[in-house]
């Protein structure tokens, strides 16, 4: 089944696949055709996010397992709906949970598992030849084993034998249990060691080897645990020749143990991003490819799931094959699913960032992405342009002197490699160093012009990759590369630009398997690759997790898959971006929340309307940074003077208005307080994120307590001191957002209604159905209370009960009501939102505060109508709804075939029980806009079979 809306769970111990399935007939309700499930296959235990896999070929225990899958899927199929799920094909945990994992580490290149990693096995650092760098350690590596914090230890229930350290476990090799236990002369020690001595090399788990173990579990239960346990004392750190032994028994393992800073430059496997407790695997290797998915194409060929979303398509090594490879099995399972009189069509979507101009790939044979383009499209289109020169001179005054965003990215870029991503760099320049080597016309490009280029490159590389194959690059990646190349020309000197041009050849410019040699070729498409895979980490990293908390002009567009630089984007590039999606990829996720945004939906739709009143804005912004001078620390908290030093400050005020929940009284001790921990969680993240005032590797204590502290001094709720919620602060505070959060409602319910019916397919996260002023993770992952929600009917609603839910708007009933009328109509009228999207024009002296288009299927009309720019205009009634008069006229006009008496005589308010009057050619935004912010009009044929 297609999706005609789906709903992202996020699933954990907290929330369960059972605690999903008793909350079905209220998804059911709100229209939605299909549960989106976060990662379910194992996870390590006490996962949050679930993209910490450990077993692809099980379903998590602890969310309950494939009976409780099962049973979902069940409960999904008989209310029509289906259930699409997110798989993991390019990481999984480093985990002693991770059977694969812990076999590599234990038999190192001999492990049936050594080619399922991204690992690099002839690491040109002499000391890792052969091994795996292991960068687990909270110290150096020497403190640990002289502390005795590394220990020889051996499990009990299976006899295996591994080193200990704190929570972690290492698995010791099978070749070195024959050491260990004949450390010990004791007749048993002996007789086990005799065993193990008797493996033949590379044995891991064959019927020997566990024969073996299981004699030491025997043992272990019996007579011979005190000599065993004797054999192991020998090893520890207690005493000198205990710690000698003990290191020279870690010198002999597969894995290097090592200091976690040190997994930055030495690292020789692929990480997820920075993230040392996430290994890379090789999807494109046949047998990784079968091992991580047969679970998957079991559960579609039994109709548990009906689809797919790829996390990070941009990690692996050639994201078209992997999606045609997906497609085609997925595909193969058709029969199977016939049988059961379900679709065979699989739903693929991919999570992938698009940069400013990149379409995604027409030939993936995917149905669409997840929906961050569309995120930024909405976002974009409901700010006002005209707020950037004003809010980008404030944001200067209190940052004299900071680079642009372009050079502030450069910069972020250069940070990064030089202290986040220098093994995967360097990796790089030793791939093309052994090119320029491999050739006499090359052989004397050195490594160090050859480092310098790659740098500039990958400093000005302006997407998150390009897609290469052996036959070489694809012509659609031309403008970003040569927009990278003119800027890397630019910062190198001369003499470097002819290594640039070689460069582009060796990444793909020329087609890898044109090269001379077999040799050659093999070695430009692993360059090309590791290339490609270096560059979203950068992206990601630098941008979003770097970037996005240093620039502070305004915060509801430093989000996933924006560009921060472009505050707005006018109402004709919103249509065309709609028209390009529904021509290529209908159905594409629409996205306005995930569990990876930045703020919540409506976080961002309540800062939008700063845009609209930068001078408001900035007298208030001003206003409060005076009236807490006295609050912010004046010393020195180790780096930098003021804590929190103004560009800090600013970005928390915006936080502050953002996520103050609607209602929030400025007397209200509890509710200032809940806010304040939330602000605190934001804070001290944005702060190391941004690297600059602190950072996670060496966290600036004195800096971070020192902001931490001014939150709650200036909420009036410092430890020690009396309450003083009556402020001028606070009041002042309450008071701005009471300015703003209505028009920042009517944005919401304009971005919500645009997400119901743009083409594509509605995505709603966890808990968004009502009002979102979330912030970033760990905030927008909170449980949600389901049970506290209300469901309906989904039909429309009276006059009388449209005006109480706007009127009683803080509660969010309208919200959800708007989503549940949208979906459901979609439901009725399935062909309604999958075909035609015509941009309406809107006419009169108010046409630029509102967005009109309609969706036809030939037979039946629907007219989407949403405000926007409201808060220069009159709210009615300090209601989320602009006074009709206020319109003065200005109107929407009709297409052409809806300009008839007999179609015009249809017109209805598809959210609302009333009729619509068009005159000839338009309609009066006065009378659709008339009781809320929003309309979807419908001219539905009635006389049609249906």
Same mark, same amino acid.
């Given at each position: 089944?297609?999706?005609r ?20 007939d209220?998804?059911?309700a ?43 899927a069940?409960?999904?199929?008989q ?7 997110d ?7 480093t985990?002693?949970e991770n ?16 080619e399922?990693?991204?690992i690099?096995w002839?690491?040109p650092?002499?000391?890792?030849q052969?091994?795996v ?23 009990a229930?299976?006899g295996?034998?591994?080193?200990a350290?704190a ?7 099978l070749r ?9 002369p004791?007749t ?8 193990f ?7 891991l788990?064959n ?6 173990? #299981? %004699?030491?579990?025997? !043992?272990?239960?019996? &007579?011979?645990? *005190?000599? =065993?346990?004797?054999?192991? $004392?020998q090893?520890s ?30 690292i ?6 920075e ?5 890379g695997? #090789? %999807?494109?290797?046949? !047998?990784?490819?079968? &091992?991580?998915? *047969?679970? =998957?194409?079991r559960?579609y $060929? ?25 497609r ?6 058709t ?12 739903y693929?979507?991919?999570?992938k ?9 027409a030939?993936?044979?995917i149905?669409?992405n ?6 930024d499209?909405?976002?974009?289109v ?8 004003p ?6 005054t209190?940052?004299p ?6 050079d502030?990215?450069h910069a ?8 986040h ?52 690059r ?5 403008p ?32 890898p398997?044109s090269?001379?040699t077999e ?6 498409c692993?360059a090309?690759?590791?290339?490609q895979q ?54 594409s996720?629409?996205a ?6 930045k703020?919540g ?32 620390f ?5 780096r930098?003077?003021?804590?929190p ?44 994120e ?60 304009s971005?919500?209604?645009l997400r ?11 808990g968004?159905?009502r ?7 760990p905030?927008?992952r909170r ?31 309208i ?43 030939g037979?039946?009309?629907?007219i ?5 720019l ?5 709210a009615?009634?300090g ?9 003065e ?10 300009q ?11 959210l ?5 009057i068009?005159?000839?050619?338009g ?10 912010p ?7 044929d009635?006389?049609?079979a249906?």
């Open positions: 089944m297609i999706p809306a789906t709903l992202r769970l996020q699933f954990r111990r907290e929330f369960t696949l059972d605690d999903a399935t008793r909350r079905l209220q998804f059911a709100l229209g939605l055709s299909h549960v989106y499930a976060s990662p379910l296959q194992r996870a390590r235990s006490g996962s949050t996010y679930g993209y910490d896999v450990v077993d692809y070929a099980t379903i998590n225990p602890e969310l309950g397992g494939e009976v409780a899958l099962r049973n979902l069940a409960g999904l199929r209310r029509g709906m289906g259930l699409i799920l798989i993991v094909p390019n990481h999984m945990a985990s002693y059977e694969w994992w812990r076999q590599v580490l234990e038999g190192g290149g001999s492990s049936p598992y050594a399922y990693f991204d690099d002839q690491s650092d002499p000391v890792l052969g091994k760098l292991a960068p687990f350690l909270g110290q150096p590596y020497g403190d640990a084993l002289a502390s005795g914090d590394l220990k020889l230890c051996v499990d229930l299976t295996a034998f591994y080193i350290y929570t972690q476990r290492f698995p010791l090799a070195d249990y024959a050491a260990v236990l004949g450390s010990n004791h048993v020690c002996k007789r086990l060691a005799a065993l001595s008797e493996l033949a090399p590379g044995a788990n019927r020997y080897a566990n024969e073996a173990r #299981r %004699a030491v579990v025997t !043992e272990m239960s019996g &007579d011979g645990k *005190a000599c =065993i346990e004797e054999a192991v $004392a090893y750190a207690a005493t000198p020749e205990g710690l000698a032994r003990l290191h020279r028994l870690l010198e002999r393992q597969h894995y290097r143990l090592a200091w976690w800073r040190n997994a930055a430059e030495e020789n496997w692929r990480r997820f991003f993230v040392s407790d996430l290994v695997m #090789r %999807a494109d290797r046949e !047998e990784v490819f079968n &091992d991580q998915h *047969a679970l =998957i194409f559960l $060929a039994e109709g548990i799931i009906d689809g797919v979303r790829v996390d990070h398509i941009d990690g692996l090594a050639n994201p078209r094959t992997y999606c045609l490879q997906l085609e099995q997925l595909e193969a399972q029969p199977a699913r016939q049988a059961l009189g379900l679709s065979g069509t699989p693929i979507v991919v999570e960032i698009l940069s400013e101009g990149e379409l995604l790939a030939d993936w044979r149905d669409g997840t929906g961050y383009d569309f995120m499209e909405v976002a974009s409901l700010h006002d342009e005209n707020g950037a020169a809010l980008e001179a404030l944001w200067q209190l940052a002197g900071t680079a642009s965003f372009k502030g990215l972020a870029r250069q940070q990064l490699l030089a202290e991503f220098v093994a995967e760099f360097e990796a790089v320049v030793n791939l093309l160093h052994r090119i320029a080597r491999s050739s006499v016309t090359n052989r004397d490009v050195s490594r160090s012009s050859l480092r310098r280029a790659l740098h500039a490159l990958l400093v000005c590389f302006p997407a998150y990759r390009l897609y290469g194959e052996k036959s070489g694809r012509a659609v990646n031309a970003r590369l040569q927009a990278a190349l003119q800027g890397a020309r630019e910062m190198l000197r001369v003499s470097d630009h002819a290594t640039l041009e070689m460069l582009d050849g060796w990444l793909g410019g020329e087609a398997a090269a001379a040799f050659e070729t093999e070695l430009r692993r090309m690759i590791k290339f270096l560059t979203p980490p950068l992206a990601a990293k630098s941008l979003e997790d770097t970037v996005f908390y240093r620039h502070g002009r305004l915060l509801s567009r430093n989000e996933v898959g924006s560009n921060p630089e472009r505050l707005a984007r006018s109402v004709d590039e919103f249509h065309q971006c709609s028209l390009e999606r529904q021509a290529l990829f209908p159905q996720l629409l306005t929340a995930s569990h990876d945004h703020r939906e409506d976080t961002r739709m309540r800062l939008a309307v700063l845009s609209e009143l930068p001078q408001l804005w900035q007298a208030a912004s001003s206003r409060w940074h005076a009236i807490n001078a006295e609050l912010r004046a010393g020195e908290p180790g930098g003077a003021e804590a030093d103004a560009c800090d400050e600013y970005m928390l005020y915006q936080m502050l208005i953002a996520a103050w929940p609607p209602g929030l009284q400025a007397d209200d001790v509890e509710g200032l307080r809940a806010l304040a921990t939330r602000l605190g969680e934001w804070q001290l993240k944005a702060m190391r941004a690297k600059a005032r602190s950072d996670w590797m060496l966290p600036n204590s004195a800096y971070e307590e020192a902001s931490r502290a001014f939150i709650d001094k200036a909420l009036g709720l410092a430890d020690g001191e009396p309450a003083t919620f009556s402020s001028a602060f606070v009041k002042d505070v309450a008071s701005f957002v009471a300015r703003i959060e209505v028009p920042g409602i009517i944005n919401s319910l971005q919500t209604l119901m019916t743009c083409p594509g397919i509605p995505d709603l996260y966890q968004t159905d009002w979102d002023f979330s912030l970033v993770d905030d927008n449980a949600v209370t389901y049970d506290a929600q209300i469901m309906f009917e989904g039909g429309c609603v009276s006059s009388a009960c449209a005006s109480g839910l706007l009127e009683q708007w803080r509660d969010g009933r919200k959800e009501q708007l989503i549940s009328s949208t979906l459901n109509l979609r439901k009725r009228y399935p062909g309604l939102f999958q075909s035609a999207y015509i941009p309406l024009k809107i006419e009169g002296p108010y046409a630029a505060h509102a967005l009109a288009f309609a969706r036809h299927d037979r039946d009309w629907a989407v109508i949403t405000t926007r409201a808060a220069s205009l009159p009615h009634n209601l989320p709804l602009v006074e009709p008069t206020a319109w006229g200005t109107r929407v006009l009709l297409p052409e075939a809806l008839g008496d007999a179609r015009r005589g249809r017109l209805a308010d598809a609302l029980h009333r009729r619509i068009a005159d000839d050619d309609i009066e935004l006065a009378d659709a806009l008339a009781v809320w929003v309309a979807l009009i419908t001219c539905i009635k006389d049609a249906r």
